[in-house]
T-cell receptor, first 111, second 114 residues
């Protein structure tokens, strides 16, 4: 069965420091992987995706993610965190017409 | 270009009441989805529609029905609301143009069932 795990409920990082939000997945076949961000009282917004090609993908707002097939991981990264990056982050995997989302990781960037 | 719109934004129901959540998209997408979001559980798929005239169950369909009225609109109905259906409901549509696979989400409906 397809599944997505985000092992950390909460990640705290100081402004200006690098951040990593972790995601591991289980899916049959080649994975289509996504990161979405949710700000308070808003819908989810697309950040980036991996479908094929380079393992390091770049997305919106300076975020990037690294696909690691052997570790079945797709961690979200940013070299220098901003207070405005504080939000709820979801990893997702596509299978067929559907998508499975992880439980979410709350990122708090402290000034 | 409004993207994905949802109505209402908030709703309080008593147990046993019925209601319909409305969703519309203006991006000419074929596929549309209904999710519910509960704390610590991420988004769970209730129903989806791969194209106009088709609907399929997702992970948590019990207690819900859907209608794909046309290409733009995809509604979710609760026939007899239960407290367990207290949640935030999101509608989304899927872009397949250029191999995108990006989902566009509406702003959500916060439903409380007492």
């Amino acid at each position: 069965a397809q599944s997505v795990a985000q092992p950390e409920d909460q990640v705290n990082v100081a402004e200006g420091n690098p951040l990593t939000v972790k995601c591991t997945y289980s899916v049959s076949g080649n994975p289509y992987l996504f990161w979405y961000v949710q700000y308070p009282n808003r819908g989810l917004q697309f950040l980036l995706k991996y479908i094929t090609g380079d393992n390091l993908v770049k997305g919106s707002y300076g975020f990037e993610a690294e696909f690691n097939k052997s570790q079945t991981s797709f961690h979200l990264k940013k070299p220098s965190a901003l207070v405005s990056d504080s939000a709820l982050y979801f990893c997702a995997v596509r299978y067929g017409q559907n998508f499975v989302f992880g439980p979410g990781t709350r990122l708090s960037v402290l000034p | 270009n409004a993207g994905v719109t949802q109505t209402p934004k908030f709703q309080v129901l008593k147990t046993g009441q019925s209601m319909t959540l409305q969703c519309a998209q203006d991006m000419n997408h074929n596929s549309m989805y209904w999710y519910r979001q509960d704390p610590g559980m991420g988004l769970r798929l209730i129903y989806y529609s791969a194209s106009e005239g088709t609907t399929d169950k997702g992970e948590v369909p019990n207690g819900y029905n859907v209608s794909r009225l046309n290409k733009r609109e995809f509604s979710l109905r609760l026939e007899s609301a239960a407290p367990s259906q207290t949640s935030v409901y999101f509608c989304a549509s899927l872009s397949l143009g250029g191999g995108s696979y990006e989902q566009y989400f509406g702003p959500g409906t916060r439903l409380t069932v007492t």
